[in-house]
């Protein structure tokens, strides 16, 4: 009944009958997804539909929005994020509102909800301003069965994990999320992923991968994430794409290689990026990892043994040494628990404050003892800004915020919280001219529907989906900073969710028609 409704409505207004709309955005250019140049189009919504896009004369509506030296796109769809835990603190998700965002792929980095079933049903109940797909994650699908147990699976556990994924599959995942940094994700082999990329293929799902290294052997972690895809003949997604650590930089030519020779290859591997020259993840990463095997109590007993807690300094020695760095000046709280006063400084201040020594060795102790009392989320400024760029230039790349909700004075988060888009089209597009703003626009909305599958969402197009933003090219601005990163971005002036205004000239209105996004292969 709404495709007829849809095609009488094109056909009278042909033939010039007056057309009604809920809205209609009028005198602005329209960027449509496609990477295609921008045009003059009028655009009509009825229901959470766009109905007509041109020159719509003809046409009244309830509202009509002036776009005048604005842009419309459609709405930027963030393929990686981070929002488990945070809808029910923010449903209005503002961050990402604010920055064009209406629709996330969260599950990534191997982190996810148990049960996608119950988790798109939660989404849909609770009401929020952004519409939400997920993947489910593979470390959350071993601890279903293995726990976090510093090993392989068995036979009988991998035909587990296999029945996990498809029922995650069949539940509405877009695919499935690995973190081989992670416990326990780094303690599976490649095989394992295989068999489990395996039963995402059938369902025709995508593989994203956190990889296993993106520092001294990010070739050989690339390449692992290919020869995944490769085996299981599913598509690729490579997370927060990056040559991470002083001593690697200047390696992106060397990583974007293997990504162009395995696309030659047949092979479809995407990867995505923030844009920044910090990433963000918990303090975890600088203890070995097999520290973090089995549970917290088996953490804190192995830290409290002299021999292993030496060892455990030793490795975090060496990661500064290889950087060529002499402290841990280069790794910021973002937040921790046991004492908020640390937010926002390093772990070379910090030491000097709790009254340690000048040097690494005393520095490596005291993220020892952060550990013992819950650890902390951290930003690592580790990269430089030609790999960054270079990265950005890649065809096949998309932005992402690697972000989750965030709550306003909350924490010191890294600040693609707020800023990845608006960053991207004022900085990288704007002023250092990386890529085209239609190229931009593209790869934030046609090119990430398409990869995870996202159906009539991602194009300013007749019967898709109205998910669109309207911005001021010239005034879109990242205001978020390391030093002050809650602050929203600049430029967004009105942000249409399911055919829903939910950002008003500037203002969110406080509407809250986002929705679950599933699978429906």
């Known amino acids: 009944m709404k495709y007829i409704f849809l095609i009488l409505t094109l056909f009278m207004g042909r033939l010039g009958f007056t057309q009604n709309a809920d809205y209609i955005i ?3 250019k329209v960027i449509d997804g496609t990477g295609n140049n921008w045009q003059w189009k009028d655009v009509a919504i009825v229901n959470n539909k766009i109905i007509a896009t041109g020159n719509l004369q003809n046409w009244k509506a309830t509202r009509e929005i002036d776009a005048k030296g604005l842009i419309i796109a459609p709405g930027f769809i963030d393929v990686h994020a981070h929002i488990e835990g945070a809808e029910v603190k923010n449903p209005l998700a503002s961050n990402f509102i604010y920055d064009g965002v209406t629709t996330v792929i969260t599950g990534n980095c191997g982190g996810s909800a148990d049960d996608m079933k119950t988790y798109f049903d939660y989404i849909d109940s609770l009401g929020v301003s952004i519409n939400i797909a997920a993947l489910m994650g ?12 510093n090993r392989h699976a068995t036979a009988d556990e991998l035909l587990k994990m296999e029945a996990i994924t498809d029922k995650a599959m ?3 995942a877009v695919g499935m999320s690995t973190g081989l940094i992670y416990i326990p994700g780094t303690f599976a082999p490649t095989e394992e992923v ?14 994203a991968s956190h ?5 001294d052997k990010v070739a050989e ?3 692992e994430a290919i020869g995944i895809g490769r085996e299981a003949k599913l598509p690729v997604e490579i997370s927060h794409f990056k040559v991470n650590g002083q001593n690697n930089w200047y390696r992106s030519d060397e990583t974007l290689n293997l990504v162009k020779n395995a696309r030659i290859e047949g092979i479809d591997v995407t990867i995505d990026q923030y844009p920044y020259t910090a990433s963000s993840t ?8 097999w520290v973090l095997a089995d549970g917290q109590d088996s953490i804190l007993a192995r830290l409290k043994n002299p021999t292993i807690r030496a060892k455990v300094k030793a490795h975090s020695l060496d990661l500064i040494k290889r950087r060529g760095l002499a402290h841990f000046d280069y790794a910021y709280v973002a937040n921790f628990k046991a004492d908020t006063t640390y937010n926002g400084k390093n772990i070379r201040a910090i030491n000097l404050l709790r009254g340690g020594k000048d040097n690494a ?3 490596a102790e005291t993220i020892i003892q952060m550990m013992e009392l819950g650890g902390a989320q951290m930003v690592y400024h580790g990269m430089q800004d030609e790999d960054v760029k270079n990265i950005m230039a890649y065809p096949f790349n998309m932005a992402a915020s690697d972000a989750g909700i965030a709550v306003m004075g909350v924490s010191r988060p890294h600040p693609r919280a707020y800023g990845t888009n608006a960053r991207v089209l004022g900085k990288y597009v704007r002023t250092e001219k990386v890529m085209s703003l239609e190229e931009a626009i593209r790869r934030m909305t046609s090119l990430p529907a398409d990869k995870f599958n996202i159906k009539q969402r991602g194009l300013i197009k007749e019967g898709f989906i109205a998910d669109i933003v309207l911005f001021d090219e010239n005034e879109v601005t990242d205001m978020a900073t390391f030093e002050n990163p809650h602050q929203y971005s600049k430029g967004f002036k009105f942000v249409f969710v399911n055919g829903s205004l939910t950002v008003d000239n500037g203002v969110h209105n406080g509407a809250r028609k986002g929705m679950a996004i599933r699978n429906k292969n």
Not at 138 to 149: E, F, S
Not at 194 to 207: D, F, I, P
Request: glycine share 12%; charged share 20%; hydrophobic share 40%.
């Open 211 to 215: 990889i296993r290294n993106e520092e």
């Open 194 to 207: 295989v068999r489990l990329a395996k039963v995402v293929a059938q369902n025709g799902g995508v593989y």
């Open 282 to 289: 918990n303090l975890g990463i600088l203890l070995p990892d």
């Open 170 to 172: 069949k539940d509405g």
């Open 26 to 28: 009028r005198n602005g």
């Open 361 to 363: 060795l005393a520095q």
């Open 221 to 223: 972690a690339v390449n």
């Open 138 to 149: 593979h470390n959350n699908i071993r601890k279903q069965v293995m726990g976090t147990a």
